[in-house]
């Protein structure tokens, strides 16, 4: 993997740049879609290339646990298993572990946890993830870590900073491949100073590029970009750096803003599935009422192919009737809406007009823009703090 930043903004930290993949390259920032167990629920990879993306998210939690990492390296491996040509980041399945495992025990020297799915009992290293990762065969792999829902007490997410430290040392020593990058993962909840301590030890170990982690769990978003303007500064300008598991539109020009270069979310699918669309002047829940006679596609400003052929009318009543088709054709205008937003967020930076852009955003919107700078985080508590 190559990264190299094209252009920066006057203005602001934000930057275009290139990274180059075996399987291609993708301008950032980007949004990667997510396709938890290979697709991104009803949507064939040939969409995914036509709407523009050209990286993806896999996780590896779930293929894990099926149909099994071995089946797939078996098979040749993500690409070749999931018809995807593009290239693939995977998660090390951290966030799954604890978010969704149950009865799941921490200790330095991994992660016991009860499957989801029929509740057998599986144990899983850093060394572990790594050989996972590496079975997988993705692009991009990260590496262990220990994710803390918030609001956590203090002692609780230092000693989840202090054990990333440790598994991301141990996934850099067990790593054999060398064709794929590793990310480690920035931890420290809403600590300031743990979050700069979890960015140093991680530059210092060394990986080819950074994510910051454990972010919109439970803290609100003032506190997400506040952290975010203490976390990317002591990230090397060199590496890709990548927010986890952020996707809301705003998130992502105020992550960008910020010099965030990958982000992935299930918001464009979920929020598809459930008949939420967004638009260039806000979001359209095409449940309601209102539009069973509307003739209107979702956005007259849209270029997506659900826009140029589709009324209101008709997805309402796709969507009532809980009709497949509702889910895919909504999907696909959410993700269309993320790539063009994406793009115009790089030729806004390129162009040097970021900032009036954002404000823009916010106002053909209706929202309140944040006001959040560095100075604003010594006025945050440490998460659960006294």
Not at 264 to 282: A, E, I, M, Q
Not at 377 to 384: D, I, K, P, Y
């Amino acid at each position: 993997m190559e990264f190299s930043v094209q252009q920066l903004d006057r203005e602001a930290s934000a930057r275009v740049g290139k990274l180059t993949t075996a399987h291609g390259e993708i301008d950032t920032p980007a949004f990667m879609p997510v396709g938890t167990l290979g697709p991104v629920k009803g949507i064939d990879p040939a969409d995914l290339e036509q709407l523009g993306f050209r990286l993806m998210l896999n996780n590896a939690y779930h293929l894990y646990l099926r149909p099994g990492y071995k089946i797939i390296a078996e098979m040749g491996g993500l690409h070749r298993f999931t018809g995807w040509p593009g290239a693939i980041l995977t998660d090390s399945g951290g966030f799954q572990i604890f978010s969704l495992a149950k009865l799941c025990t921490v200790t330095d020297e991994g992660v016991s946890f009860q499957s989801h799915l029929d509740g057998s009992t599986h144990f899983i290293t850093p060394e572990t993830a790594v050989e996972i990762e590496e079975a997988l065969g993705a692009d991009i792999i990260m590496a262990f870590d220990h994710c803390v829902a918030l609001p956590a007490q203090s002692d609780v997410v230092r000693d989840a900073v202090r054990r990333t430290t440790l598994w991301a040392q141990r996934c850099q020593a067990r790593r054999r491949r060398t064709d794929q990058a590793l990310f480690g993962i920035v931890q420290g909840g809403l600590d300031r100073d743990l979050r700069v301590t979890s960015a140093r030890d991680l530059v210092g170990i060394g990986f080819d590029g950074y994510a910051i982690g454990g972010l919109s769990v439970g803290e609100s978003k003032t506190e997400m970009y506040a952290m975010l303007d203490v976390t990317v500064p002591e990230l090397p300008a060199s590496k890709p750096r990548y927010l986890m598991g952020v996707g809301m539109p705003e998130d992502l020009i105020e992550g960008a803003a910020r010099g965030i270069d990958l982000f992935d979310c299930v918001v464009p699918s979920r929020h598809g599935r459930t008949g939420s669309l967004f638009t260039s002047f806000g979001r359209v829940v095409i449940k309601q009422a209102q539009y069973a006679r509307d003739e209107r596609p979702i956005d007259p400003a849209c270029g997506c192919p659900v826009c140029a052929r589709y009324s209101r009318a008709y997805l309402h009543h796709l969507f009532q009737m809980k009709e497949m088709l509702s889910s895919r054709l909504n999907t696909i205008h959410n993700l269309w809406y993320f790539a063009d937003l994406m793009g115009q967020v790089r030729e806004a930076i390129a162009q040097g007009t970021l900032r009036s852009f954002r404000d823009d955003f916010y106002q053909s919107r209706d929202l309140a823009a944040p006001d959040v700078s560095v100075a604003d985080v010594n006025e945050l508590r440490s998460a659960g703090g006294d």
